[in-house]
């Protein structure tokens, strides 16, 4: 369905990012695999695609960084050509519970830069190409009711980011529509520890004790939704706001946690 496309998901030595590198790459697509720290992990996952026949690469790079995704971006170009899907899944999260004034400056400008200036300018380095060949797929990560546009106590550098990334997504659907590139945004839900990697099957017997009644969310629900998004018959389907949460609320659940929690 992919079959030669070149695919760079950002953050998928781990997680959800990896359940989603290995999801493009079963659908034929050549896979950057970009990572941080988790260099060992990268490169298992590299080795694991090239071993089911595809095509991948590990490519370093902190999103915060302009340098860093310009020398990424760089690098696939010139050893595999230019790019036709973009997941943007990283971006720095802090799990300690503060308020907005016990930030520093400093993390508030990484923050900012890893989630929503980084994102942009991933999205700018790769346009270009898309619009020449006349296709393209773009997948922004938010957070569950995202589009809302919500206070989110604790997370305030955080979720603003992402509801900016909202009004991003939206207005580069529009602006991108008549080039064939479309233009995303997932929203998963509170999907925790090793279930970000794991299938549905292993865990369709695990209930949510915070959510009675629905088995725990994977890494794979989030996967098969942007395979489906970056498929060549989903070119209809742009400017999307896409909650995979359950039905449920995530914010509720993260900030009614115990301090330490969530």
């Not at 923050?111 to 790769?126: A, P, S, T, W």
Request: glycine content about 12%; aromatic content about 6%; hydrophobic content about 40%.
């Amino acid at each position: 369905m992919l079959q030669g496309k070149i695919a760079l998901v950002t953050g998928s030595a781990k997680g959800l990012g990896k359940r989603t590198a290995i999801a493009l790459a079963e659908l034929g697509c050549q896979v950057a695999v970009n990572y941080v720290n988790s260099e060992s992990e990268a490169f298992s996952l590299v080795k694991l695609l090239e071993a089911n026949g595809s095509r991948a690469m590990a490519v370093r790079a902190d999103m915060a960084s302009r340098a860093d995704n310009e020398n990424m971006i760089g690098t696939i170009e010139r050893e595999w050509g230019t790019v036709d899907i973009l997941i943007n899944n990283a971006g720095p999260f802090v799990r300690e519970r503060r308020t907005f004034d016990e930030y520093e400056l400093d993390e508030i400008d990484y923050m900012m830069r890893g989630n929503l200036l980084g994102v942009m300018q991933l999205d700018r380095l790769v346009l270009p190409g898309m619009m020449r060949r006349k296709w393209g797929r773009i997948i922004h990560f938010g957070f569950g009711r995202a589009a809302e546009a919500r206070g989110w106590p604790h997370r305030a550098a955080y979720a603003a980011a992402k509801v900016g990334l909202v009004s991003l997504t939206k207005t580069l659907a529009e602006e991108m529509a008549p080039h064939g590139v479309t233009v995303n945004m997932i929203c998963p839900g509170d999907i925790r520890g090793g279930n970000k990697e794991k299938s549905i099957e292993e865990v369709a017997h695990l209930s949510d004790h915070e959510f009675p009644g629905i088995r725990q969310g994977s890494g794979e629900d989030v996967s098969r939704v942007i395979a489906f998004l970056c498929s060549p018959q989903s070119d209809f389907l742009t400017g999307n706001i896409m909650e995979v949460s359950g039905g449920f609320d995530p914010i509720r659940s993260m900030s009614s946690a115990r301090p330490g929690q969530g």
